[in-house]
């Protein structure tokens, strides 16, 4: 059973353009994560959000951790080649001994075109 | 600050054979984490180590063994490789465990078992 579910799972756009990536739980998480990982390398951290609601930004990208913590979607303005690459959503689960093991998505596969 | 590094970056086994897949990190984390990464599973946990001298499976720890050298060094061996373990093994430091705890991940290997 997948905890963390992704939507899409592959994205081609062109340069400019405006995308959103889901990742949907049916169950509630402690905190979200969402990393970036570039080919032949491993994921780098993005964003931890922690709040029910909260909204963070980090330049073109907008980060919202659902209201009952059991969602969250990353939006990209203006998308440029460089932010190509596999944006996974992470979580730890608010429930018993497993909230210290993160739960990783499968991903959403992410490439803009010049 | 070399962060998490990996070796090999790349290995090929047949199956049946042993190898010890190495990981250090020198930015004074407690937690490490032995991760692999396979097309359309995302990453999933093998084994993690919360502190110094101590271990615990994850969600795949069958066929893998661990080892918590030191504070630095996380190994992971496999007693007698099997096509099903090829894949790409990322490794990762965090501060502790806790319910945010950010996790840095290191180059990755590249493990082929014929």
């Known amino acids: 059973t997948q905890l963390l579910e992704q939507s899409p799972q592959f994205l081609s756009i062109q340069e400019g353009e405006n995308l959103t990536v889901y990742c949907n739980s049916s169950s509630v998480f402690s905190s979200l994560q969402w990393y970036r990982q570039e080919p032949g390398e491993g994921p780098v951290l993005l964003v931890t959000?922690?709040?029910?609601?909260e909204v963070k930004k980090l330049k073109r990208l907008t980060f919202q951790f659902g209201d009952a913590r059991k969602d969250s979607s990353l939006h990209i303005t203006a998308a440029q080649p460089g932010d190509t690459g596999l944006y996974l959503c992470?979580?730890?689960?608010?429930?018993?001994?497993?909230?210290?093991?993160?739960?990783f998505g499968k991903g959403t596969l992410l490439t803009v075109n010049p | 600050n070399a962060g998490v590094t990996q070796t090999p970056k790349f290995q090929v086994l047949k199956t049946g054979q042993s190898m010890t897949l190495q990981c250090a990190q020198d930015m004074n984390h407690n937690s490490m984490y032995w991760y692999r990464q396979d097309p359309g599973m995302g990453l999933r946990l093998i084994y993690y180590s919360a502190s110094e001298g101590t271990t615990d499976k994850g969600e795949v720890p069958n066929g893998y063994n661990v080892s918590r050298l030191n504070k630095r060094e996380f190994s992971l061996r496999l007693e007698s490789a099997a096509p099903s373990q090829t894949s790409v093994y990322f490794c990762?430091?965090?501060?502790?465990?806790?319910?945010?705890?950010?996790?840095?991940f290191g180059p990755g290997t590249r493990l082929t078992v014929l």
């Open positions: 959000v922690v709040t029910g609601g």
């Open positions: 992470a979580g730890y689960p608010n429930s018993g001994g497993s909230n210290y093991k993160l739960t």
């Open positions: 990762a430091g965090g501060r502790g465990l806790s319910s945010y705890n950010e996790q840095f």
